[in-house]
């Protein structure tokens, strides 16, 4: 077959077709891994939330409520055993870490005890500000079982009660900045009376 | 023309990071482990193998003077579905490999491949030279992903055989440069012995 001339009409019919074609295999595609993708999305999201909770029955994510704070978002997941509130996870987040944003999912008891904190998201330097990572230190371990009440949640060089993670101090304020901002909006008992 | 020819040519003598140094973003970007590197290899293997079949299969009926759009339209095609699929099935590497996998449309080693190859061969010649230039861009990442991660985090594919931190350079920015450079050092002092 000889190449077709570059004329307007052939050109345009040829990349007519392409892009309709490639439109439609697209259009496919998405249909078929739209599922997929919600699932494993939700299978992260649960994951964190059994992580930072204790023991519950209920289904949070179905009770999740929202507060838009500091142009951003905070989404509270109440746990509840038997229809008890056993605590409140919160997905909350830090525009002040070293490598930007940075997400946490904090875990509270009904008491605002800090239960568990895990790191969804994070943009830390490898082997520094990445040590919040519980899997690579100690350092996000020091908040479990701590009453921000009595336990000032800003690193000791800033007169708080947080170790920070060696040379990496901003990533360490992001860190207790998120945790604040989780603990400052949290109300026990909207979740309560639910 | 030989086939086998076509094949290995991708993986060693005209490898597309160690010789033509091309689609160096993704290479120095996400070869921070060897794992990340060998995703993103194989993503971009998918990518070129398949995009070579299409544009060598629609070749004479797209006019000369719009080759460009349509081949990056066809490729752009494969890259999202790749996008979605990883994301479907694979979230932890998509997670980590984030940006640069829609970044694969303006690898200029796929569009390279189409232009140069694929729009003046057939089918069966495009599908082997695509192969082989992925799996040869593929190793390459492999290799330097190895390095990478060996140097700098002391483990293997996630498997840790040193504790605490290794020379942490060489998982930052600087240390692909660095990693990339003797890597290409040595596969010259080897190739020219052999010549």
């Not at chain 2, 190859?117 to 010649?125: H, Q, Y």
């Not at chain 2, 991660?149 to 483990?155: D, F, K, N």
């Amino acid at each position: 077959m000889a190449k077709k001339e570059s004329t307007f009409l052939n050109m345009f019919l040829a990349l007519t077709l392409v892009t309709l074609v490639s439109s439609a295999i697209l259009g496919y595609v998405y249909e078929l891994t739209k599922e997929p993708i919600a699932k494993a999305k939700a299978e992260r999201q649960n994951a964190a939330l059994r992580n930072v909770l204790p023991e519950y029955n209920n289904d949070p994510v179905k009770e999740m409520y929202k507060k838009a704070v500091d142009g951003d978002t905070l989404y509270f997941f109440p746990a509840r055993k038997d229809s008890a509130l056993v605590g409140i996870a919160v997905e909350t987040f830090s525009p002040k870490g070293f490598g930007g944003m940075i997400r946490l999912m904090v875990g509270f008891l009904p008491d605002g005890t800090i239960n568990k904190i895990a790191v969804l998201e994070h943009n830390e330097t490898p082997g520094l500000g990445d040590k919040m990572e519980a899997s690579k230190s100690d350092f996000s371990l020091q908040f479990d079982g701590k009453n921000p009440k009595t336990f000032k949640l800003s690193v000791k060089k800033d007169g708080g009660d947080v170790d920070a993670i060696t040379a990496s101090t901003i990533s360490s304020r992001a860190f207790c900045d998120a945790v604040e901002r989780a603990y400052k909006n949290l109300d026990l008992t909207k979740g309560g009376a639910q | 023309m030989n086939q086998w020819k076509n094949f290995s040519k991708g993986l060693i003598v005209e490898n597309a990071v160690f010789v033509q140094v091309l689609g160096m973003c993704p290479t120095l970007g996400t070869t921070t482990s060897a794992y990340n590197g060998l995703g993103m290899g194989l993503a971009t293997t998918f990518v070129l193998l398949m995009s070579n079949i299409v544009v060598s299969m629609v070749r004479n009926f797209i006019p000369d003077k719009v080759r460009i759009p349509a081949f990056i339209v066809i490729i752009a095609s494969f890259v999202t579905v790749v996008q979605l699929t990883m994301q479907a099935y694979v979230p932890a590497l998509y997670k980590e490999l984030g940006l640069f996998i829609p970044l694969i449309v303006v690898n200029c080693l796929v569009l390279g491949r189409a232009e140069a190859f694929a729009s003046k061969n057939n089918v069966w010649a495009a599908a082997i030279d695509g192969l082989g230039m992925g799996l040869g861009f593929t190793l390459a990442l492999f290799m330097l992903g190895s390095v990478r991660e060996i140097l700098g985090a002391g483990s293997w594919l996630g498997f840790k055989f040193i504790k605490g931190d290794g020379m942490l350079l060489f998982v930052l920015a600087p240390g692909a440069f660095l990693a990339l450079a003797y890597l290409i050092s040595i596969m010259n002092k080897v190739s020219k012995k052999k010549a």
